[in-house]
């Protein structure tokens, strides 16, 4: 599975912002997705996972509500909504596919990053 992650960007604390991964490769809809954040001088860490039919999430204790994964199976997509945004969301953002079981803690496949900065 390759993915391509996009809609990064700047944006002022309270806004939002809505990142897209696209998934190339006829598996996509067998697999966990999920988004996976890191702050400059921090380790990488988990935000939120959806399972393959979409009916199954988790997310960080940091999202707060604030965040909801989705994914369109159809046109190979997996979306991160993110509202009420705050300074410290300031990261690069990757998506990220594997099995539910592991998602948070070892993917299987990494896309690039997408920056997303929140001015306050």
């Known amino acids: 599975v390759q993915l391509q992650a996009s809609g990064g960007g700047l944006v002022q604390a309270g806004g939002s912002l809505r990142l897209s991964c696209a998934a190339s490769?006829?598996?996509?809809?067998?697999?966990?997705m999920g988004w996976f954040r890191q702050a400059p001088g921090k380790e990488r860490e988990f935000v939120a996972g959806?399972?393959?039919?979409?009916?199954?999430?988790r997310y960080a204790e940091f999202v707060e509500g604030r965040f909801t994964i989705s994914r369109d199976n159809a046109k190979d997509m997996v979306y991160l909504q993110m509202n009420s945004l705050k300074p410290e969301d300031t990261a690069v953002y990757y998506c990220?596919?594997?099995?539910?079981?592991?998602?948070?803690?070892?993917?299987?496949?990494w896309g690039q990053g997408t920056q997303v900065t929140v001015s306050s």
């Open positions: 990220a596919a594997g099995n539910w079981e592991r998602i948070a803690t070892k993917p299987n496949y």
């Open positions: 490769g006829r598996t996509f809809r067998h697999y966990t």
């Open positions: 959806i399972n393959w039919s979409g009916g199954g999430t």
